[in-house]
């Protein structure tokens, strides 16, 4: 019962950052880091496991090993940024929390441009090719 371990460890964790923040403010934002990477350390296994469920499916499937990889780049932005933008916001900055956010959102762009582009080529290869006879 993993959850069990997560959800114990998040309450604790509350509860001494509640503490923590009236008597020494400057350490809660350390402790929130400290719980939340120990939380990530709790699931990495299971993402481990997921990670090599895709790969095995996309080599099934004869799926470029390419689109897969920047698949799990941009999910892995997606988590980092909420992560690092969560971090920022119990610390009180919201404005950089929006920054940070704001350039994961650039990088998945970036990462998703080829196979945009991949996906568009196929598509333009169905379409007849000249104009009406």
């Known amino acids: 019962m993993e959850i069990l371990q997560v959800v114990g460890v998040g309450i604790i964790a509350t509860i001494f950052l509640v503490i923590l923040r009236k008597q020494r403010p400057e350490l809660a934002v350390q402790l929130s880091i400290a719980a939340g990477v120990i939380l990530f350390l709790f699931v990495l296994a ?3 496991a997921v990670i090599q469920v895709l790969e095995d499916l996309a080599n099934k499937a004869q799926i470029n ?3 897969l990889t920047t698949l799990l780049k941009i999910v892995g932005i997606a988590y980092i940024a909420e992560f690092g933008s969560q971090i920022c916001r119990d610390a009180g900055e919201s404005t950089i929390a929006t920054k940070v956010e704001m350039a994961a959102k650039i990088l998945v762009m970036v990462l998703a441009l080829p196979i945009l582009l991949a996906l568009m080529d196929s598509l ?3 379409l007849p090719r000249g104009g009406p006879s």
């Open 124 to 126: 333009m290869s169905l």
């Open 46 to 48: 299971k993402i481990s």
């Open 65 to 67: 090993r390419y689109y």
